[in-house]
Structures are given as C-alpha cells and as structure tokens.
C-alpha cells in the first residue's frame, strides 16, 4: 500500500525535494536549487521507479527481475537496488517501515539460506559469491553465467545500506541487520584473485586484483577490475571484510595501476574516462565521495564526484555537438551508458545521408579513445548522474518526457529510445517503432531504474549516503584503501 497522499507530496516540493544535499566545498557547481515543475517531476519519477521494484519483486524472496515485463530470469544486482529501493520507499512514506523491513528481512533469509558451492549447478554462488543471473523458481544459477564479484558487490550494496538503515529495536530490523552482516562476512574475496597456476588476466598480466568473475567450467574470467570503471565498489568491499579482506596490493596493483591512463582530456573536461555513465555512478550510489580522496585523485585537485561530474557534462557537451549527426541530440538529449537498442546491424540504414551501425544490448558511452553511439539514447545515464550536475541531468530527463512520451510509463521511463531508428520492417524484437519519432524499449532494466532512485534520493536528501556513512565495513574498506578526508576523518 502506498502511503503518502497527494497533498503530502506536494508538501515536499518547497522542502528537501527542491534543494539537493549541502554539498562538498570541491563542488560549487552542484549548488542548485530546482523550480517546483522540476521539484515535482523527481518526486514523481522516484515514486514510478520506487514502484518497479516494489511491485516486480517477490515479497518473499526479492528475486528482482532483470528486466520487466519480459522477466527472463533474476539478477542479483537488480537484488540490492531493490533492498535500497525498499528503506527510500520506507523513509518517503510510499510504504510503512514494518512493511519494508520485513520484506527485507525476509529476503535476506531467503538469499543467505539459497544453496553454495563449487557444482556447475544446483547452487547460487560459490564462496560467499553470487551467479549473475538466478532463476526465479529455486534462486539458483541461470544456465551457464559467471559468478560475479561486481553483480554480488551491488547486491552487498542494498545488503550493507538495509543493515545501517533498519537500526530499530523490532524483531524484523533486528533480523535485517543480522542477516546483513552474514551474507557479507561469508564472501571470501581473497577467492576472487588468482594463484599461480590460474590463467592470467589479459588486460593486466601478473596482477593481484580481482577478477570480474568465475566459473566452474573453465575458472577466471579473462579480465580482472583494473582502470577506472565500476569496480571502485568491489575493492572498498573486498578490503573492508571483517572475515576474509584482500590486501591493499589489490587496489594498488589492480584497479589502481592504470589509472594515469585513464586520466584524459574530452568535451571540455579533465578526468578519469570511462564510456558509458554506469562506471562513473554505480560506486557513488552507496557511497558519499564528496570530499574524500585517495592519493591519485588527490594529486589531481579533485575528488572522485567532481570527476563524476566532469564525465557527465563531457557527456552532455558530446551531446550538444552531435559529431555523428544523430537525430534529437542537443543540450538537453543527451545520455549513453549499458541498454538495450533496436537492432544488430551494420551498415544497413541510412540515417541523415549516411550508412549506419545499430546495436540490441550495448555498453553505449563516449571518451577520447572508444566510441560506442548508435543514436540510442538511456534516461537512466542523466538519471544516475542527477546530483553530480542537476542543472544538466533534470532539464534533460524533463525533455526525454516531454519530446518522447511513449518512453515514459507507469514505472517512469523505459530503458531507452533511439529518435533516429524509424524503420518498421522488420518489425524491432527489442521494442516498438514509429515511423516519426523513432524505437522505444519495451523493457525496464533493474540495473538502470536503480540508480535513478537512489541517486535522487541521494540528491534531495541525501539518504544513502548518509545511511551508508555510519555502516561500518565501509568506513574499513575506504580507510584500508587509503581514502581520508572529510567525513571519512571526522568519523
């Protein structure tokens, strides 16, 4: 049952909905303050994706779907952006905190009862570790995908953020935060790097980082996290176990080493570069990186929400250009990370005089060395980037809305929609075509209406990261890594 009325909500517009979270003295340009129509259109598109994970998900055992409606199989990512999903929707008053707690509770007994172990099948993960993809009748492993250690580090994200919130004296929150701390201790992450008889990773040989997965058949996956992206999340967890914590070699031999690399100038911008938004945001869902640094980004003058902030207006700027003459793109149409796409092609289209490559599921994003654009554009990467540029991100999403409304739906906007892909035959199998304004998605994706929500919320009031500053193995995974600074070292 959702709780808050109409004139409650409304009520919220003068509040903490129009003024983003105080922010760090590093990013002046996150001061802010949204109009009520803006105000208004991010309370409602919280409260549509808070409702795709309330309502997609089982109450029992919180298997979010993938995608929806088509909801192949689960994915366990999608799992802790529904646990966070469920203490917003809690602190929002959409839902009653009894109601949200025990359906976390429940779904933390369901998930740390499911079955471990090194067999091909029959099981859901391995060490702590969960498989990518679970089936929704058992939760156990989908066919043959890979135990991943970033898919069960988002999970562990939700896990970590419900152990700090629910922090009542009731039955269920006590349970919650019990069964938190055991999912977490029970991951080995030292399994996840490599003895010397494993094959070594192809984009870093001899290194002692993590690799990004494992399976029974054939072991290590080919690549281990190493340069900028998502994996940031991965080693602050992996160092911060109470149990079974990796080195600080991890980082600085792995995900570290290459980062001089990565660091370019694009769009107007100096940062770490990474193509598609989802590496510059999945970390800062859970945690608050305004004023806080390790010595990289340190001797750079900046910390890491200012470079997220750079490699979203260098986004936006790629997109006011528009060097590949795509159809819609401007200022405020801008926007690529993981989605869906209408359809693998090449060469086959013709699109403002030109010959065109079109792709299904893709890694879309743009930097100074890959490329990856095909006219799809994905409101969940001006959405997940709402509280490092709300200035860019809001008007943006507002416009995706307004110049595109079969994109948007009850449960906010589907995955993503292409202006450019107009052509009805044969029809699209991931979407709908119209011959005017072009191909829509016909799924919502769990990983992309995830950060959406909690990076709102992280802007209005800035709830999980506030959440997040209390819990623990947190503080550890940062202070082992060498981050300090700001409410790091104030704790």
């Keep these: 049952m959702f709780l808050r009325t109409a004139a409650a909500t409304l009520a919220l517009l003068t509040g903490a909905c129009a003024t983003p979270v105080p922010p760090a003295a590093s990013t002046p340009a996150t001061v802010w303050r949204a109009s009520p129509d803006q105000a208004a259109f991010v309370d409602d598109l919280s409260q549509r994706t808070f409702r795709y994970f309330w309502d997609t998900t089982s109450p029992s055992t919180c298997l979010a779907p993938d995608r929806w409606p088509s909801a192949p199989f689960s ?73 991943s250690s970033v898919d069960t580090t988002l999970m562990l994200g939700g896990v970590l953020f419900a152990q700090s919130y629910f922090d009542r004296a009731t039955a269920d929150e006590r349970r919650v935060r019990d069964m938190a701390e055991k999912l977490y201790a029970r991951v080995d992450w030292t399994f996840m790097q490599r003895g010397p008889n494993d094959r070594p990773a192809t984009n870093l040989p001899g290194s002692r980082g993590l690799s990004m997965g494992w399976r029974p058949e054939r ?86 929400f200012e470079n997220s902030r750079r490699a979203t207006l260098a986004q936006q700027e790629y997109g006011r250009r528009n060097p ?23 060469g086959k289209r013709i699109v403002n005089g030109r010959p065109r490559t079109f792709q299904t599921y893709s890694a879309r994003g743009v930097s100074p060395t890959i490329v990856r654009d095909d006219g799809t554009l994905v409101p969940t990467a001006p ?46 199998r991931t979407g709908t075509v119209d011959a005017r304004t072009g191909w829509v998605a016909n799924d919502y994706l769990g990983i992309d209406q995830g950060p959406i929500l909690a990076m709102a919320e992280n802007w209005r009031s800035g709830l999980v990261w506030k959440t997040m500053r209390k819990n623990p193995h947190i503080s550890r995974g940062l202070t082992r890594i060498g981050f300090s600074g700001g409410w790091l070292s104030q704790k």
């Design 383 to 428: 959405g997940g980037s709402i509280p490092f540029a709300p200035e860019a991100t809001i008007p943006t999403l507002m416009a995706m809305k307004d110049r595109y409304p079969r994109v948007w739906d009850r449960y906010g906007f589907r995955d993503a929609f292409n202006p450019s892909f107009t052509f009805t035959d044969p029809p699209s």
């Design 219 to 304: 072991g290590y996956e080919p690549h281990d996290w190493v340069g900028y992206n998502e994996g940031m999340l991965v080693y602050i967890l992996a160092l911060g176990s109470p149990t079974h914590p990796v080195g600080k070699e991890a980082w600085d031999d792995g995900w570290a080493r290459n980062l001089p690399e990565d660091w370019r100038d694009y769009m107007g911008q100096t940062y770490l570069t990474f193509e598609p938004l989802f590496g510059h945001q999945y970390s800062h869902v859970w945690v608050d990186f305004r004023g806080i640094t390790e010595p990289f980004i340190a001797s750079k003058g900046i910390d890491y």
């Design 75 to 147: 994915s366990v990512a999608a799992i802790g952006f529904a646990l966070t999903a469920y203490g917003i929707g809690a602190e929002r008053g959409w839902v009653s905190r009894e109601d949200a707690a025990k359906r976390t509770a429940d779904c933390l007994d369901f998930l740390y009862a499911l079955p471990q172990g090194p067999e091909a099948s029959g099981v859901a993960g391995h060490k702590g570790f969960f498989y990518h993809f679970l089936d929704f009748q058992r939760g156990h492993r989908y066919r043959n995908v890979e135990l």
């Design 324 to 346: 590949n003459d795509w159809v819609g793109y401007g200022e405020h149409m801008w926007g690529w990370t993981a989605s869906d796409g209408p359809e693998n092609s090449s």
